[in-house]
């Protein structure tokens, strides 16, 4: 198993070298860069409006500035060397943990990405609790009481929930219970005068503010993982060698818990691993419809602005994210089920 692991982590680094070569390559072949943008809005500033820059950098917009002065903005925005040279500059950057400077910000990559994490990690950490801690007891429950009238009134709740996409949650959580009711701020993480307040004060300030975004980051994978839970404990429910402990005279309920519940968590530990880039991630719909300026916000605005070292900077801690959270996956599982062995090939036995 030892083995295994190895090779896993190993295998992180040809994958990591192929997402950021293929997002790199996109940022310098997609039109519209931060040359370009600068270009388009000097020379709408110069004509009120009249016209736009072309891709191309010796076209229209071009005309607005000598080459002198276009050779050193190139060389400023990292585009006066070809794409090979280039990503081998960044990457080398990479390896000593500099990501760079942001084209909008002018600051470095880091030191945005740093103000926006904790914010992301508390709302991706909260989403994460409240998800397993909520679902895998629901998903038990619903099991053991299959197809009576809490079942089929919890089913028909979860699956109207699961139907309805997270940010139409957001939005109907946000006009019914900020808007109407006025129990829960319209918007914000914290309140204007939160430095104002005393520590306990603080924390329920900032619980006062997450609750409606809390319900619709859980509502997307709420139903996905209460019905995993229950039809992987209904499936060993019904295997022999629990039917084989009832019979031998071991009660139902200790049944389930000492020995079905076990195998029942190998799906749920298998996602789990997964679910970690998400706590970074976020979502940029709901980040937006409640302004909170996490993660998943500051991503969208960056490829909306073309704001690439920005860009790469969230490629490169997303994909290690996944890439070692597909790796404790694994370890989950070998943790849930002792029987589970990987072979040095990569097989699990």
């Known amino acids: 198993m030892t083995t295994y692991f190895i090779r896993r982590f190993l295998l992180i680094i040809p994958t990591f070298l192929g997402v950021t070569i293929l997002v790199f390559t996109l940022t310098r072949l997609v039109p519209g860069g931060p040359i370009e943008r600068m270009l388009n809005e000097l020379q709408t500033m110069g004509s009120d409006g009249a016209g736009s820059v072309e891709s191309d950098l010796g076209g229209q917009g071009g005309s607005m500035l000598s080459d002198e002065q276009l050779e050193q903005m190139k060389e400023y925005y990292g585009f006066d060397k070809n794409i090979f040279h280039s990503y081998v500059n960044w990457l ?6 500099n990501l760079g400077t942001s084209t909008r910000y002018n600051k470095p990559v880091w030191e945005i990405i740093r103000s ?10 909260a989403t994460l609790i409240l998800t397993y801690g909520v679902c895998i007891p629901l998903g038990i429950v619903k099991a ?12 028909a709740l979860v699956f109207f929930g699961y139907a309805i996409p997270s940010y139409v949650v957001a939005v109907a959580l946000m006009t019914v219970f900020a808007s109407w009711l006025k129990w829960f701020p319209l918007s914000g993480f914290v309140s204007s005068h939160f430095e104002m307040l005393s520590p306990m004060e ?20 709420f139903a996905f993982m209460t019905m ?11 295997a022999d060698y629990v039917r084989t402990a009832i019979a ?5 309920r200790s049944a389930i818990f000492n020995h079905a519940l076990r195998n029942s968590l190998i799906p749920i530990a298998t996602s789990f691993g997964n679910n970690l ?6 979502s940029f719909l709901i980040e937006t419809i409640f302004n909170i300026n996490g993660f998943g916000l500051l991503g969208f605005e960056s490829l909306v602005e073309r704001d690439y070292p920005v860009v790469m900077g ?3 801690i997303s994909s290690l994210l996944f890439l070692v959270g597909n790796i404790l996956s694994d370890i989950c599982v070998a943790i849930v089920d002792p029987r589970v062995k990987f072979g040095a090939d990569g097989s699990n036995q």
């Open 248 to 252: 031998k005279g071991l009660n139902f």
């Open 314 to 316: 969230i490629v490169v």
């Open 277 to 282: 880039s998400l706590i970074i991630a976020g």
């Open 228 to 238: 995993l839970m229950k039809n992987s404990l209904m499936d060993n429910i019904a």
């Open 92 to 97: 080398g950057n990479i390896c000593r943990f």
């Open 202 to 221: 603080k924390v329920l300030d900032v619980l006062h503010h997450a609750v409606l975004p809390l319900a619709a980051y859980v509502a997307g994978s």
């Open 144 to 155: 053991i009481k299959h197809r009576t009238v809490f079942d089929n009134v919890s089913s």
């Open 116 to 125: 926006r994490l904790p914010i992301s990690l508390f709302y991706g950490i």
